[in-house]
């Protein structure tokens, strides 16, 4: 099963590739798979709440990099007197990490490179596409190609794949085709209806009905004496999803269970909107690049269709209620950084400064929605202060 889809995938990146329920699921058997638990790994302070929730199951003890404040990415520049054992990169909202400067300073430490590319499903360097320079690279199917749920990994060594496919194989929990079918049907309404006006009311309904993962701010609440309890409970290093499951679940309660060949079919199809859409994406990059507010980098990567533009604004919060008062929503906000959040399960980042105004003013805006969100956008400021490049 899903055959068709991983050769798809494979095409694509000229790699062999594996697919998984979900891209979370995916970096936490690439991680099991790479290193040990008790290892360092090396991660940004700007990611989903799920991804440091995952490391920690996998008994990995994160490392917060320092970032570079005009892309939000881990600085590559600045990690050489850090002490970790792999790399773990974001491609935050598709702008690419530095992979081929981190690359190399896996290489030369002997340690595995990992690709998050959940947001970087059509995103490139020097020719090659984000997810095919490190050991393995993780996609996300249900992002920009809005085919929840879904992942693929991409595999540097094809005799990685038994491994992998064993440890997804005990990981998966089991099918059932009716919550299959609830999930397809839920994201066919959503994809149907983000880029229109009942945007704001069907989102302001999900709220109502308890449908999205209560928040403390942009971030699930840490439940720190609980978290802590799980991660000591089993007497190892290495806790495991079940023992972290209400944190690594998070906004998606069934990202380990397996899928049908429903979901197959409907990802080939999601795929093909993909290409479709590509050139507007663009467009919607290169239009919002043009704004005083994005942030430096994008305008490095004019020619690459982000799944989201970044824009740095001074009152972000008033950002967000203005554009979801016109239909826009605006989501993938992570803030505080991860040793703000979860300080004392992660080693700080020794030059904190940048990532803590990258979280407070970065405002991600779908380009797709350019058209709606543009009105709001160009009265929007910049910081009033801005940390050194």
């Known amino acids: 099963m899903f055959e068709r889809l991983e050769a798809e995938f494979a095409s694509r990146l000229g790699r062999e590739c594996l697919y998984v329920p979900s891209n979370r699921f995916g970096l936490f058997i690439a991680l099991r798979h790479r290193m040990d638990p008790g290892q360092r790994l090396l991660v940004s302070p700007n990611s989903a709440d799920e991804i440091l929730f995952l490391v920690l199951a996998a008994g990995l003890r994160p490392v917060i990099a320092p970032i570079d404040p005009r892309t939000g990415a881990i600085d590559a520049h600045a990690i050489d007197d850090l002490r970790f054992d792999g790399i773990l990169t974001t491609n935050l909202y598709g702008v690419p990490d530095d992979v081929i400067t981190l690359g190399r300073a896996c290489a030369e430490r002997g340690i595995p490179l990992i690709e998050d590319a959940a947001h970087a499903i059509q995103t490139s360097v020097a020719d090659g596409p984000v997810g095919t320079f490190g050991d393995a690279g993780v996609f996300s199917l249900s992002k920009a190609a809005g085919a929840s749920p879904g992942g693929i990994v991409a595999m ?116 093909k909107v993909l290409e479709a859409t590509r050139e507007r994406r663009l467009a919607g990059v290169r239009r919002l690049s043009q704004l005083e507010t994005v942030a430096p980098g994008v305008r490095e990567h004019l020619d690459q269709p982000l799944f989201r533009v970044p824009l740095l604004v001074e009152d972000r919060d008033k950002a967000i209620e203005a554009l979801r008062r016109v239909g826009v929503i605006t989501g993938y ?12 399960l992660v080693e700080p980042s020794p030059a904190p400064a940048a990532a803590r105004w990258w979280s407070q003013h970065a405002l991600p805006i779908d380009p797709l929605q350019t058209d709606r969100a543009l009105p709001i956008l160009t009265k929007l400021s910049a910081p009033t202060w801005t940390p050194s490049v």
Not at 163 to 185: N, Q
Not at 222 to 234: N, Q
């Open 156 to 271: 540097a060594s094809p005799s990685d794949r038994q491994a992998l496919g064993e440890l997804r194989d005990h990981w998966l929990t089991p099918r059932y085709p009716a919550t299959e079918l609830g999930i397809l049907l839920k994201t066919a309404v959503r994809n149907a209806i983000v880029a229109t006006s009942l945007a704001r009311p069907v989102w302001e309904l999900g709220q109502w009905l308890g449908m999205h993962e209560p928040r403390r701010g942009h971030r699930i609440p840490l439940r720190r004496a609980a978290l802590a309890g799980r991660l000591t409970g089993t007497g190892t290093l290495y806790p495991g999803l079940d023992a972290l499951a209400p944190w690594v679940r998070a906004d998606n309660h069934h990202y380990r269970m397996r899928q049908g060949p429903l979901t197959e079919r409907h990802a080939l199809r999601r795929l």
């Open 333 to 344: 906000v992570y803030d505080p950084p991860f040793d703000d959040y979860a300080p004392g």
